[in-house]
């Protein structure tokens, strides 16, 4: 560059020199030709062939094993197991034997010795593994490279049907299982605990009021024997679902055809006779109601460098619907119309900041440091609650407060808040499903619960159609269940059920004559 200014000078401004050609780099490549080498790309399907391509297929096997499919633009792949087990189903075992399984989830197997060749395996094709109980479902899932979809459904039988479940595996859950409940006991947020309190006063020590965790007095009894008789009696193919979501059906069956052999799981091989078989428990939640409290003492939290208030909790729910009840998506709505959340994120796009507990309460009173609506619905019974702390001093009023929010409920409910309530609703809902771990469990559990799987679409159609008066039907429904109260610390200021309930009582006339629908009219 240097030279060619001094030539330039040197001849004057009138001479001209002459540029010398670029030569091409040999790696620029024309891109109006196909790459050599590399496969040609697969597109994601255009409107008119999302119909067919994101449809669901179901399979049932002779054995009374089902297998499910959602093929799904990408690589990877989510693949897993679905099983109709959990806490509900411990009535006559040692409740806590589902919240060892979990724990226990992809650990040695009769084809895997530890799991570190599991680890290996799943490194193979960049994938992730997890296991996770609930009341009503235990659930095994893998997400991988599509390539390796054989060695998933191989490692995924083995895990399920054939796990050695050593002694020493065991010990390490018993210690994970103390770790979580001391972690649970030492945090300033009990909604966990209060949730769990709630269940066991609304269906009491059976059925969906047994514990999801296990209980303090059952870690040291839970033996290897108690496990293998629980597998042996709910870990049958008819309460299996086999479910794959960005995979071709048929290779799926093929695979699940050859991989699932039960006569080879560990409790058919090692248990022998009748006498070893639990009974299934069919039995239907019979809801009670009713107040459980606990004294506890939480000052020590507002102790230390980082204070967190002394806090008293309470949850104060109802008798809600099943989910395959024609009104459990007005529930849905009804949980986002209440909304909620914890006073330190108190809004933003798609927190519900105009939810009413928002707007009534959190952004009103200073005290309150959570208020939050849930809706848990089960296949035959369901409860709908509000969860709420604040400062003992103001326990009362915290009380007085909740009360008047559920009362409300039976209040008039204008077009724009119904209307929001459904359109982040469906939000949440297409959200939620972007994620192939979500479809996958979302499949499972659909197709344990009601034998079929309801598409996105015709959900998004049920939150459309839901109007006022079908939230008033189903406010009825709660509103006239008997209340289930649970509170959890320093309860100097709680007052008795019958004057909740009165006082609750009081507020709803004053709440239905607001409504235009009478509902509680006699």
Not at 385 to 394: D, I
């Amino acid at each position: 560059m240097f030279q060619s200014r001094t030539l330039r000078r040197c001849l004057g401004s009138s001479s001209q020199v002459t540029p010398r050609p670029r030569p091409r780099h040999p790696s620029i490549l024309n891109l109006d030709k196909p790459l050599q080498g590399l496969e040609p790309p697969i597109y994601a399907p255009t409107k008119d062939q999302k119909e067919v391509f994101y449809k669901t297929e179901l399979t049932t096997l002779p054995n009374g094993l089902r297998v499910a499919s959602q093929p799904r633009f990408g690589k990877y792949t989510t693949i897993g197991v679905a099983v109709g087990s959990g806490s509900r189903f411990e009535t006559g075992f040692q409740n806590g034997l589902s919240h060892f399984l979990e724990k226990m989830g992809f650990n040695a197997s009769k084809r895997f010795e530890n799991k570190d060749s599991i680890l290996k395996v799943l490194e193979e094709f960049g994938g992730l593994c997890d296991s996770q109980t609930s009341r009503d479902t235990t659930v095994y899932a893998v997400s991988a490279e599509g390539r390796g979809m054989e060695k998933v459904i191989n490692l995924l039988s083995s895990t399920v049907l054939q796990p050695v479940l050593s002694q020493a595996e065991i010990e390490e859950a018993r210690q994970s299982i103390q770790f979580e409940k001391e972690d649970m006991e030492l945090r300033p947020e009990q909604e966990i605990s209060l949730i769990e309190m709630l269940h066991k006063v609304s269906w009491g020590d059976s059925n969906l009021g047994l514990s999801r965790y296990c209980p303090e007095q059952n870690i040291e009894l839970i033996t290897r024997d108690h496990i293998l008789k629980f597998l042996r009696t709910y870990f049958i193919p008819s309460r299996m679902v086999i479910s794959g979501v960005g995979v071709e059906h048929q290779e799926l069956v093929d695979l699940v055809k050859h991989y699932f052999d039960f006569s080879q799981s560990t409790w058919n091989t090692e248990l022998l006779g009748d006498s070893l078989v639990g009974e299934v428990d069919t039995s239907v939640a019979n809801y009670e109601g009713g107040m459980i409290r606990i004294e506890k003492d939480f000052g020590a939290f507002n102790a230390g460098p980082l204070p967190v208030p002394e806090l008293a909790h309470l949850a104060f729910g109802f008798e809600s619907v099943p989910h395959n009840h024609p009104d459990f998506i007005t529930a849905c709505v009804l949980n986002i119309l209440m909304g909620g959340g914890g006073s330190f994120s108190a809004g933003g796009p798609g927190k519900g900041m105009y939810s009413r507990l928002y707007t009534n309460v959190l952004n009103q009173l200073h005290w309150v440091y959570n208020a939050t609506a849930y809706n848990s619905s089960y296949v035959d019974s369901g409860v709908f609650c509000v969860y709420a702390s604040s400062p003992p001093n103001h326990f009362r009023n915290l009380i007085s407060v909740i009360t008047r929010e559920l009362a409300g409920m039976a209040g008039r409910i204008s077009d724009p808040e119904l209307e929001r309530s459904k359109t982040q609703l469906q939000s949440m809902l297409l959200m939620n499903l972007e994620s192939r771990p979500i479809v996958f469990e979302d499949i499972g559990r659909q197709i344990l619960a009601n034998g079929c799987y309801k598409s996105p679409e015709e959900y998004i159609s049920e939150i459309v159609n839901v109007t006022e008066e079908d939230v008033a039907r189903l406010v009825k429904r709660l509103l006239t269940s008997k209340p289930s109260i649970a509170a959890l610390g320093n309860l100097q200021q709680l007052p008795s059920f019958e004057e909740i309930t009165g006082e609750l009582n009081d507020k709803l006339q004053g709440a239905s004559r607001n409504s235009r629908f009478n509902l509680f009219k006699s």
